[in-house]
């Protein structure tokens, strides 16, 4: 009797507790074990095309390492899933727990053996002495390391795939984003190339754009290349910012566990309704930051990162929300959405409550009333520039750290925009409209 491995956000062979469950229950009845991917037209229309894109390059190099075998099938999960186990006569569908929204609501009623999630401790799992979720991180990164977690799963052995009739794996939209190397063998490529040159250095360079200072495993994490098990069991017992921010990730991914309207809503509101942009003003500040034209250079750098990688360093993510959202006064959830449009790693937990943290609205978020300057920012943390020369090309001609501040050059470089605002000016805004609510 076969029995079905559903792959969703777990695209590996190795450390995958749930593809194992399947290839044991499977050879328990002398059975094989049918690698299911099923391409879903709900997240193929809210996907944008970077993410597509780099989805059908991990799943070709998923299908490599099965010898071909993977099953494609197109269409809606809750009508492909039973369809497929039906004409297999699969005794059991396993899957790797989902945890975010969407996910819960599409599992809902489908009769599935669930096995581990994509994260370490499962979302839900930590809770407070008072029984309650977790509202502050540094109380639940301690719980979550008192936790702990399993030792990697080892890769099945052998190859009990089954051979069935597969649709094919979707052609990649066209997209001028350039994509990392898809796959599982990749990402541990990478793992290995960062334990080696990069996690000695992450604690001092982790916040310098400028540098190739992080590890970039947040694509592989994101569609399951990697499971962050097999990267906490790889990491030597100083790498403790390294697995701090691990554990924001699974912070994220519990708060929206536990509060998934998290996705589109604030989880306070910090400023009065008529605080925000609207209208047409709304529509030229936004298409402004989106194109990178705001006239800061660390955030139109930032914003051309975006589109020419899918990716956007940290440091920088967080300054371009916090312009979208204090300097601009454009609402958090326009900026996400355009992240999610973009970002190869986006992902609906990180993304949303790392924009509810830049805007002051979420679980243990910055204050609001703390507003990054662009200006000092660029400085502190591009401090020769290169970073904002290498990704907006008005600008290679200024050297050093004046390129942050490029309308104070005798000057002005051309074809790059005067500052759309005044930051000081509006600053002073966003904190006035923050104490109106309090009044
Ligand atoms: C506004 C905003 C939106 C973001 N959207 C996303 C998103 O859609 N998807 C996403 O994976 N990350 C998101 N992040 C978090 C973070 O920017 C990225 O995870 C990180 O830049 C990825 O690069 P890296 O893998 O080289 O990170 P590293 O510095 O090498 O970190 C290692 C891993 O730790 C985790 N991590 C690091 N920083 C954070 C953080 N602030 N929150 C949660 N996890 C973290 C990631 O899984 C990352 O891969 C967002 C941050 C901000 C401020």
Redesign the pocket.
């Known amino acids: 009797m076969p029995t079905i491995h559903w792959f969703r956000r777990d695209l590996r062979l190795a450390d995958n507790p749930s593809l194992l469950a399947a290839v044991e229950a499977a050879r328990a009845d002398d059975g094989l074990v049918v690698p299911l991917f099923v391409v879903d037209p709900v997240l193929s229309a809210t996907a944008g095309a970077p993410r597509l894109a780099y989805l059908t390059h991990s799943l070709r190099a998923l299908d490599e390492s099965l010898g071909g075998r993977l099953v494609v099938r197109h269409g809606r999960p809750r009508d492909v899933v039973p369809a497929v186990a039906s004409e297999v006569g699969a005794s059991q569908v396993h899957v790797t727990a989902a945890t975010e929204p969407y996910g819960r609501r599409r599992d809902e009623g489908l009769s599935l053996v669930r096995t581990g999630s994509p994260y370490a401790v499962a979302p839900g799992r930590l809770l407070t002495r008072g029984g309650t979720p977790f509202q502050v991180f540094t109380p639940f990164r301690r719980a979550w390391l008192d936790h702990g977690w399993a030792p990697p799963a080892p890769r099945p052995t052998g190859s009990p795939w089954a051979h069935l009739r597969s649709d094919s794996i979707p052609v990649p939209p066209a997209t001028d984003v350039r994509l990392p190397p898809a796959g599982e063998a990749a990402a541990l490529r990478r793992w290995q190339e960062?334990l080696r040159d990069g996690l000695a250095r992450?604690a001092t360079d982790?916040d310098r754009p400028d540098l190739d200072g992080?590890?970039?495993?947040?694509?592989p994490?994101?569609y399951g290349e990697l499971h962050?098990r097999t990267l906490l069991a790889g990491l030597p017992a100083s790498a403790d910012v390294?697995r701090s921010?691990?554990a924001?990730?699974e912070f994220?991914a519990d708060v929206l566990w536990h509060h998934p309207t998290a996705a589109h809503t604030s989880l306070r509101d910090v400023v009065p309704d008529d605080a925000w942009a609207a209208g047409r003003a709304e529509l030229a500040a936004f298409a402004a930051w989106a194109e990178g034209r705001t006239g800061y250079p660390i955030v139109d750098a930032g914003m051309r990162q975006l589109r020419a990688l899918g990716?956007?360093?940290?440091r920088v993510?967080?300054v371009v929300?916090s312009f979208l959202v204090k300097d601009l006064h454009v609402r958090w959830q326009r900026?996400?959405e355009h992240?999610?449009a973009w970002?190869v790693?986006?992902?609906v937990s990180?993304?949303q409550l790392?924009?509810q943290?830049?805007a002051g609205t979420g679980r243990d978020a910055a204050p609001y009333f703390r507003v990054f300057n662009p200006v000092t920012q660029g400085r502190t943390f591009d401090p020769s520039g290169s970073y904002v020369r290498q990704w907006v090309p008005e600008l290679r001609g200024v050297d050093g750290v004046a390129v942050h501040e490029p309308w104070r050059l005798r000057t002005p470089p051309d074809g790059y925009p005067a500052p759309i605002v005044d930051h000081a000016v509006e600053r002073k805004v966003a904190l006035d409209d923050f104490h109106r609510a309090r009044d």
């Open positions: 960062f992450y982790r992080t590890s970039r495993l947040s694509v994490l994101k962050p390294f921010e691990l924001w990730r994220h990716w956007m360093h940290n993510r967080m929300a900026g996400a992240f999610m970002l790693d986006a992902d990180q993304n790392n924009w943290w830049v």
